[in-house]
């Protein structure tokens, strides 16, 4: 999958079209690119089993609005019972224009940080073996050589070999945003995504499940909610704001493609990889701190953190390193 199923896509897009990153374009302006083709059904996964994924051409053209999508809120513990509430989301994160360009880059970016880069060929220099010469260079009849080591000679060195190097590459922190607001969205289109109260057992489950020497979420729980929606044969994933080991241990039971991540681990490439996504309301607020910002400051990768206002004391700090530059200057 990854990237080579982002550049199977771009051809089959019916409904949106490629803009720059800071300008954007209506599919009906006379001015739109002609040779753009836009898309009828899915956007990310056309091949899809179920035949009742299709783009909502109305809801997609209202999307480019700012009001809010609207979900139910169902309940994992209980998925007999219906949808009691409903949870606003934010349009900037969830009706963000599908920029399949931005996907790609971003996959592209991301499988090239997983490789390891400690590919090694030996060069003739680096190929054991005599240096001697394997016969005179002339009387014999056969082709003059001057080592066994050669590039030509079987076991010989090889030319511009291949040596451990870095894969990896930056991309600015507006792109790699950018493009998990658009797969979300694109998922949202595909009306592939469930919104639940919770995912993580309460104290009361918590009790209950010690008295009874069992786990508080069982396979059975999981199964159960997949069912409810017809979604047990699907790839699905299980998004919560911690780590919830419980709910790992009984999706690990189930067949097929069925995996839980943090909401801070949660990429672009994984998103793509599944046809459906469960996701708990305080993700959800996890994510909108995490990419409604596009001017923050990125203090962290790894912990996914940003700063979206600059502090008094900051300011402080960079007078004073300011201040004490110039007096060295002026002492040299």
């Known amino acids: 999958l990854g990237h080579r199923a982002v550049n199977r896509n771009i051809s089959e897009l019916k409904a949106l079209g490629c803009r720059t990153l800071s300008t954007g374009v209506s599919p009906s302006d006379s001015s739109f690119p002609a040779n753009v083709n836009f898309v009828d059904e899915t956007i990310l996964r056309p091949e899809s089993k179920n035949k009742d994924i299709i783009l909502d051409q109305k809801w997609y053209a209202d999307r480019r609005t700012d009001e809010p999508a609207v979900l139910p809120v169902f309940s994992f513990f209980e998925p007999e019972v219906d949808s009691k509430q409903d949870l606003e989301l934010d349009s900037k994160i969830w009706k963000a224009d599908v920029r399949l360009d931005i996907i790609h880059r971003v996959v592209r970016w991301y499988r090239a940080k997983q490789r390891q880069g400690t590919h090694k060929q030996k060069t003739i220099s680096e190929r054991s073996g005599t240096g001697k010469k394997p016969h005179p260079q002339k009387g014999t009849g056969r082709a003059r050589q001057g080592t066994l080591r050669a590039p030509h000679m079987r076991g010989g060195g090889r030319v511009h070999g291949k040596v451990p190097r870095d894969y990896s590459f930056n991309l600015p922190i507006k792109v790699l945003r950018y493009g998990l607001r658009s797969t979300l969205s694109a998922k949202l289109i595909e009306k592939s995504v469930i919104v639940v109260d919770k995912l993580y ?37 299980f998004v919560d704001d911690t780590e919830n080991e419980y709910l790992m241990a009984a999706v690990n039971n189930l067949a097929g493609d069925k995996r839980v991540v943090n909401q801070e681990n949660l990429n672009v490439y994984d998103l793509l990889k599944v046809n459906r996504l469960v996701i708990s309301k305080s993700a959800v607020e996890a994510l909108k701190g995490r990419l409604q910002s596009e001017t923050g400051n990125y203090l962290s990768r790894r912990e996914g953190k940003f700063q979206t206002e600059i502090t008094s004391d900051q300011i402080a700090l960079w007078e004073e390193n300011a201040k004490a530059m110039r007096e060295k200057a002026q002492t040299n």
């Open 201 to 237: 057992p309460d104290e009361r489950q918590m009790d209950s499940a010690a008295q009874m020497n069992s786990v508080p979420i069982k396979t059975k729980d999981a199964l159960s909610f997949l069912k409810k929606h017809n979604w047990q044969d699907d790839s699905v994933m």
